[in-house]
């Protein structure tokens, strides 16, 4: 029963483990996945976001531990799409996962230009277009909370590349269906479900935000709940795929998004904490999986709502 227990896919991309790194988790470097985490138990690595142009981020102090949680304003800071394209996809190009570039921009026009470039880029077997970090424009990335900006970036995308689009999708929204919905009428294959929630923590001895730029995004286990709900909402409402992501620390957390309807989760903040946690997870959902007698791909979406209705809260 041991063959097979953990594959999965995201539309064409096929995995051989459910497990993703979250963006940003180990940067850019594939030395630190490389020496934390096994090929049989990693099914993609998504790397941090690039911009067309390097960016210096947002002013320190860019993290702060919250209960059950950190508080994070990196600001996506990066070298820019050439430096990316010259020393840092021809160290990818013999991975052995598939590896997912995650593309960042300001504009219609900026997401285009990763995009393309990124299309072009034999080492990236996906795209995710990350439409919703919260550290950009004081919170206030346009992208992430109008379906009319989603559908207008995503269809640009979509023209730009026949690579596997991933919208990254935002859980700052009073509805995400309106928003998973758009994604899929204007061409993106899958979504991922969600990037972190805007949180705010203050020294009140010096009257000030913890935080360089005042709010942040907050993740780890404290946002677990919330991802869930949202992951359940997106599933009622799209065919795509959809990968999670949200404080995700065990293998119990993982089989409860797959249940939920995700067909692969992300691993981000825990592995701050625990480098090699994806590789313990692993080892822990084949434990579960060999215990019940199924495999990952037979419980993606197999929740059962009370009544046998939809989700309360009518995300319609």
């Known amino acids: 029963m041991s063959s097979g227990l953990l594959t999965s896919a995201v539309g064409s991309l096929e995995l051989r483990s459910p497990l993703l790194t979250g963006s940003g988790t180990f940067g850019h470097d594939p030395a630190a996945a490389l020496r ?28 702060v531990e919250t209960p059950a949680g950190l508080l994070n304003s990196i600001g996506l800071e990066n ?26 921009g300001e504009s219609v026009e900026e997401f285009v230009e990763v995009v393309a ?11 995710e277009i990350n439409l919703s970090c919260p550290n950009v424009q004081g919170g206030a990335l346009p992208f992430s909370t109008s379906p009319e900006a989603v559908g207008e ?16 999708l935002s859980p700052n929204v009073t509805r ?16 991922t479900v969600c990037n972190t929630l805007l949180g705010l923590v203050v020294d009140w001895r010096r009257r000030r935000p913890a935080l360089g730029q005042g709010m942040g995004g907050l993740s780890g286990p404290a946002i677990r709940p919330v991802a869930l709900r949202l992951v359940w909402e997106c ?50 959902l084949r434990r579960l999986l060999a215990e019940e007698g199924c495999r990952v791909r037979e419980l993606v979406g197999s ?14």
């Open 36 to 63: 934390f985490l096994g090929p049989e138990d990693l099914g993609a690595h998504v790397l941090k976001t690039v911009t067309p142009r390097p960016r210096t981020g947002n002013p320190p102090p860019r993290l």
């Open 79 to 104: 070298r820019g799409l050439a430096w990316f394209l010259e020393e840092v996809a021809p160290q990818h190009r013999e991975a052995p996962w598939p590896v997912v570039g995650n593309a960042g």
């Open 117 to 127: 470039a990124f299309g072009a880029e034999p080492a990236l077997a996906a795209i």
């Open 153 to 168: 970036v995503v269809a640009a995308c979509r023209a730009a590349t026949d690579k596997p689009l991933w919208a990254k």
């Open 176 to 191: 995400i269906a309106p928003l998973a919905r758009a994604a899929e009428e204007a061409g993106a294959d899958a979504l």
């Open 235 to 284: 599933r009622q409402a799209v065919g795509l795929p959809i990968v999670a992501s949200g404080g995700v620390s065990s293998a119990e957390d993982v089989l409860q998004f797959l249940v939920a309807g995700a067909s692969a989760v992300q691993v981000g903040s825990y592995c701050f904490r625990r480098p090699d946690g994806i590789r313990r997870i692993a080892g822990d």
């Open 303 to 316: 929740l059962r709502w009370p009544g046998g209705g939809a989700a309360g809260g009518g995300e319609g």
